[in-house]
């Protein structure tokens, strides 16, 4: 009998163990991931870079965009490539934001240009790719943070991960789209006069704008009518599931890479689409960091 009652004990001190433990694990990665987000958000300035990888569908296309960039005390600058390999080219986009500021550089331009006027269209465009945005959205969209395994015990690189919350995400795509579609005031213009429009950083196949321009010429599903559908209508339709793995040096407690994982399924015209793309963004140099271009007059811009 007593030998009954001392495997009931052991068994239930096993069991509240290991549920303090699973409750430890998750305190300590949320904690964790609080202090990773606090320290990067105090950093001065960094240096940063990354790329979209598609991961189905147009696989073979590669990188979509290319990005990289420097941040100087209250000043960020950036570099954007979107890689359009159906016309074969490449376009390239230099933005630069001093505090409420924000200027942009376009294809062979030499100087820049306010543009005040339009700046959601580009600011959209910066924070698909500023890592302190995409600290900015896990704080905002956050469902459930967890830690990683430790893929090599000898290095001082840990990982969380940060899954983000569905329905939360739509909300933020929806805004997106109205602001790609002109919907949210006017659109920033080229030195062309052709509208500039924004990749988004979900949906790819949404980024090449197809949801509202049936005569677009890349491969894959298409659509069949020319009148745009209600943004609202395909974001309500469609599954989007997103989580950033932050990596991290466990002395200095700041980010040393970003991935963002996203997988998404959407009808347009009754055709499903099924695409899954990742955004990688690396850190480094914090504390120092080359110049920054000015806006009225240097011509730097590497």
């Given at each position: 009998?007593?030998?009954?009652?001392?495997?009931?004990?052991?068994?239930?001190?096993?069991?509240?163990?290991?549920?303090?433990?699973?409750?430890?694990?998750k305190?300590?990665?949320?904690?964790?991931?609080?202090?990773?987000?606090?320290?990067?958000?105090?950093?001065?300035?960094?240096?940063?870079?990354?790329?979209?990888?598609?991961?189905?569908?147009?696989?073979?296309?590669?990188?979509?965009?290319?990005?990289?960039?420097?941040?100087?005390?209250?000043?960020?600058?950036?570099?954007?490539?979107?890689?359009?390999?159906?016309?074969?080219?490449?376009?390239?986009?230099?933005?630069?934001?001093?505090?409420?500021?924000?200027?942009?550089?376009?294809?062979?331009?030499?100087?820049?240009?306010?543009?005040?006027?339009?700046?959601?269209?580009?600011?959209?465009?910066?924070?698909?790719?500023?890592?302190?945005?995409?600290?900015?959205?896990?704080a905002?969209?956050?469902?459930?943070?967890?830690?990683?395994?430790?893929?090599?015990?000898?290095?001082?690189?840990?990982?969380?991960?940060?899954?983000?919350?569905?329905?939360?995400?739509?909300?933020?795509?929806?805004?997106?789209?109205?602001?790609?579609?002109?919907?949210?005031?006017?659109?920033?213009?080229?030195?062309?006069?052709?509208?500039?429009?924004?990749?988004?950083?979900?949906?790819?196949?949404?980024?090449?704008?197809?949801?509202?321009?049936?005569?677009?010429?890349?491969?894959?599903?298409?659509?069949?009518?020319?009148?745009?559908?209600?943004?609202?209508?395909?974001?309500?339709?469609?599954?989007?599931?997103?989580?950033?793995?932050?990596?991290?040096?466990?002395?200095?407690?700041?980010?040393?890479?970003?991935?963002?994982?996203?997988?998404?399924?959407?009808?347009?015209?009754?055709?499903r689409?099924?695409?899954?793309?990742?955004v990688?963004?690396?850190?480094?140099?914090?504390?120092k960091?080359?110049?920054?271009?000015?806006?009225h007059?240097?011509?730097?811009?590497?």
């Open positions: 009998m007593r030998n009954g009652w001392t495997i009931c004990l052991v068994t239930l001190m096993c069991v509240a163990m290991s549920g303090c433990n699973q409750m430890g694990v305190q300590n990665a949320g904690s964790a991931f609080d202090q990773v987000r606090d320290h990067f958000s105090a950093q001065e300035s960094y240096a940063f870079y990354g790329n979209t990888r598609l991961l189905a569908e147009n696989s073979a296309n590669g990188n979509v965009v290319n990005f990289s960039g420097r941040k100087d005390k209250d000043a960020v600058f950036m570099n954007v490539k979107l890689s359009l390999p159906d016309e074969k080219r490449v376009d390239n986009l230099s933005l630069l934001q001093q505090g409420s500021r924000l200027y942009a550089k376009q294809g062979s331009d030499r100087e820049w240009k306010s543009v005040a006027h339009t700046q959601s269209v580009y600011q959209q465009e910066m924070n698909n790719w500023d890592p302190a945005a995409c600290f900015q959205q896990m905002d969209m956050q469902k459930n943070i967890r830690p990683l395994p430790d893929e090599n015990p000898n290095d001082n690189v840990e990982a969380v991960s940060v899954t983000l919350d569905p329905a939360k995400l739509k909300n933020w795509l929806v805004t997106q789209m109205h602001e790609q579609s002109g919907g949210a005031g006017p659109r920033a213009q080229s030195t062309a006069g052709a509208a500039y429009k924004p990749r988004l950083k979900l949906a790819m196949t949404l980024s090449d704008g197809s949801w509202k321009n049936s005569s677009t010429g890349r491969k894959g599903p298409r659509i069949q009518s020319a009148a745009a559908p209600n943004i609202s209508e395909i974001v309500d339709q469609m599954d989007v599931n997103a989580a950033y793995t932050v990596y991290y040096n466990r002395t200095s407690m700041l980010p040393t890479s970003i991935i963002m994982s996203i997988q998404s399924q959407y009808d347009v015209n009754g055709q689409v099924r695409e899954h793309s990742q990688e963004t690396y850190l480094q140099n914090y504390g960091v080359k110049p920054l271009p000015n806006p007059g240097d011509q730097t811009s590497r």
